[in-house]
């Protein structure tokens, strides 16, 4: 068998950015795949091609092209697009963002720069909610769905994005799903070669959180299954006939393919002698030296038995009256969700004053993810959280981060098989080997934090362990409890034997 050394999407990809962190079954890979299949039969000079991309799961399809790239503020990514056309109109520049981005947040810069005919290609994958921040209502979500914000059902009709880009003015609008790769690429192709202001709205599963809470309505949450019969095509289809009903069929097709000039043909004909930024230099150009290549290095662990405790020492918070908490990792960690079992538990069952606040990236897994408390047992003016006297960090990005907050004389739990301390920081640092043990003894990855808490609870005060258990069985997806319980014992029992200094 004849050994491919290199992948043909190899040149418009930073493979050193692979793999990608959208969660699995997540259709972005499909769509970005589609994306640079269409753009390399294109025949577009990529030196000028330039993506833009805004906040949210799709917000990462800029970091992981090897093109000029901006990645801009929530709802922006339209108008910095429109900036980088009127500056060098020379340059392709496509938008790619989500529903969410793009329709709600960004919804007025959507419609007008349709009205305006920017000559520009937008691809608007549409999963139906926030993905990015806890599966939210969005402008699209259809009628009667659920989702967090709206967990008896949708009370709001959707946008229809065809009708919505056509009625404004769009010159080539098309939806597909995931599921038709061929035909999707087909029309991102006709898209990127299209004058004027084309889009193209790619339907894409939200398996984590809009399948997950609609799975009922959704071939049991089989959301290709449910594309694939539930889809039909029609090209003659108006754009004012193809709304999405929960549970209904979805309407693909290209409904839209009209000329009309652009903006930047009406600038010409009423202004020609205006010269774009770059004649008049006005365009900064970076000098050849600077570095264009990102390494990330990636370090497999190895399986190994989880390693016995060292003895360490408890710390005693609880009499100060007010303590501050910080917890850290990436998404997918469950770093949010275990501050809220640590707030729930400290407010409803210790019966203390808590404040919490959160801070995470533009994806649902993978990025970098924090989560403060206050406790305290009288009124919390402000929730800003500076010198944590208890911290739990479960990523190297967030120990980098972090750790230097941490008062003198504080606790510091690392996840030991995901973070390297600095040996030079003098610091009361744990070693706790939660990931490793969720993987191995429990069999379940996803339960680390919970380890984690388990540990944090027995090596200091900060709430009770009646409270943690009450608020863990409240707070983790129903089915779970038995599994989440037994992870925090174990991490409870492994920091126990730690400061008895027992082995595993």
């Known amino acids: 068998m004849e050994e491919i050394e290199r992948h043909p999407m190899d040149e418009l990809l930073r493979t050193e950015r692979l793999p990608h962190i959208w969660c699995p079954g997540c259709g972005l890979g499909t769509a970005l795949s589609c994306f640079v299949s269409a753009l390399m039969r294109s025949g577009l000079d990529l030196n000028k091609v330039a993506i833009v991309s805004g906040i949210g799961c799709t917000g990462r399809v800029a970091g992981y092209l090897r093109l000029d790239g901006f990645h801009t503020t929530h709802g922006r990514a339209i108008p910095f697009a429109t900036g980088l056309k009127l500056a060098n109109p020379d340059l392709k520049v496509v938008v790619f963002s989500g529903d969410g981005d793009l329709v709600a947040i960004g919804g007025n ?106 799975r009922k309505r959704l071939e049991g949450g089989d959301a290709l299954k ?9 090209h003659d289809a108006k754009p004012w006939e193809v709304d999405i009903e929960l549970g209904g069929e979805i309407i693909c097709g290209e409904f839209v393919d009209i000329e009309r000039p652009t903006f930047q043909n009406r600038l010409q004909e009423m202004y020609g002698e205006l010269r774009p930024c770059e004649d008049l230099g006005l365009l900064h150009r970076p000098s050849a030296e600077v570095a264009t290549s990102f390494e990330v290095e990636i370090e497999l662990r190895e399986e190994k038995p989880v390693a016995a405790p060292t003895r360490v020492k408890p710390l005693a918070v609880g009499g100060a009256g007010r303590v501050e908490v910080r917890l850290g990792g990436f998404g997918g960690q469950g770093i949010i969700l275990s501050g809220k079992i640590v707030g729930k538990a400290a407010a409803l069952y210790d019966g203390r004053e808590v404040t919490l606040t959160q801070s ?7 990025g970098a993810c924090s989560t403060a408390l206050i406790i305290s047992d009288e009124a919390i003016p402000y929730p800003h959280v500076t010198r944590p006297a208890v911290m739990a960090l479960m ?32 610091q009361h640092v744990v070693p706790i080997p939660a990931t490793r043990i969720a993987e191995q003894e ?55 034997r730690m400061l008895a200094g027992e082995s595993a």
């Open 109 to 214: 810069h959507l419609i007008h720069a349709a009205r305006r005919n920017m000559d520009m290609t937008v691809i608007c994958v549409n999963n139906f909610n926030y993905g990015m921040t806890g599966g939210q209502v969005g402008p699209t979500t259809p009628t009667e769905a659920r989702t967090s914000t709206s967990p008896r059902g949708n009370l709001e009709h959707p946008f229809n994005i065809p009708n919505l880009v056509f009625a404004a003015g769009a010159t080539y609008v098309a939806r597909w799903t995931v599921l038709h790769a061929r035909r999707l690429e087909r029309s991102i192709y006709k898209a990127l070669l299209k004058p004027g202001f084309s889009v193209v709205e790619i339907i894409s599963p939200c398996p984590t959180l809009y399948v997950r809470f609609n």
């Open 360 to 366: 995470y990236g533009p994806e649902s897994r993978g």
């Open 226 to 234: 449910y594309y694939q019969e539930h889809s039909v095509i029609r």
């Open 442 to 496: 429990l069999g379940r990855r996803i339960v680390a934090n919970i380890v984690m808490l388990g540990a944090l609870t027995a090596l200091s005060d900060v709430v009770s362990e009646e409270a943690m258990r009450k608020s863990i069985l409240e707070s983790v997806p129903k089915g779970t409890e038995e599994l989440n319980m037994k992870a925090f014992q174990r991490g409870y029992e492994y920091a126990k």
């Open 395 to 426: 990523s190297q990005e967030a120990y980098t981060t972090y750790h230097s907050q941490l008062t003198e004389g504080g606790l510091l739990l690392i996840d030991a098989d995901l973070v390297e301390p600095d040996p030079s920081a003098d």
